[in-house]
């Protein structure tokens, strides 16, 4: 897909902070004038779908600074430097929720904000939950829900739940993971 | 949900720029201590699910200079200064793949990356096309796919589709839109 292509020109870098960085990309476009992409670098991160053996799925509450506002979600974390994706997935798992689990299975992996961040989401999902030792990042306050697949849906439907990668993660169970 | 707030105690803006301003926060947490939040803010965005008569799935291929390459995507794009996002929606089908609808379905909001970023993206379907006029912006370059909903569920398992709206979209096809 050549033709497509936007050559960099010059990268500049406007911020280096603690989970993401903005640069500027001057780029030649396609037909050869130039324009300028604001680009926000993420380490990426992992996801999990955990849901109990009675079927209930184990999802999070937590404030966001960027909405102003606690939303629910799967268990979510973003990736350490050099860390394997499963790994941060299981590690997040538990320090958000208190559950572990030795068997995750990936789902997918996707894009977030592909017109302005390359934060990259690794989903997986896991029917194989233990009691294990929940530790939450210093800065870090979390609410932990357990609700059944009808309820999460009914969630979606009334905009309660409304965070892409859970709404992803629901529509896959709901398609692929429906009996218990 | 308050013992999960966190009250800004200061708030530094870092970049104010063409799509997203980049925001430092400082925050008091729930127990007191403080933090620094990394905020985006994103003027939110619509999508569209876009299905043929013949139950083909109109798709875009746009290179995101974020990842460094091309991704196959439904239309989308932001949402301009007090524009309603359906009219958006409309606008956005009809400049990046030359059809036009007058009835869009809306399917949900929700937030890409919530842990950064407040954009909320407005997800539509549509069955009612007709030929229109194409027409992007000018650093906006664009290919356009016409594919059938089997071989789009096969590029998600296969990766080729990556990008979190689109799956969230495609799955949402399977399970709701599939007769023709």
Known sequence: MDHLNEKTIKTTEIYKGKIIDLQLEEVELPDGRTSIREVIKHPGAVA???IKEDGKLVLVRQY???LQKSIIEIPAGKLEENEEPKLAAMRELEEETGYKTNSLTFI??????PGFADELIHLYVTRDLEVGQSQTDEDEFIDVLEIDL???EKLIEEQKIHDAKTMYAIQYARLYEKKG
């Open 48 to 50: 999990v779908l955990p």
């Open 64 to 66: 966001r600074k960027a």
């Open 108 to 113: 997918g992996s996707f894009y977030t904000s």
């Open 150 to 152: 009808q309820e999460a």
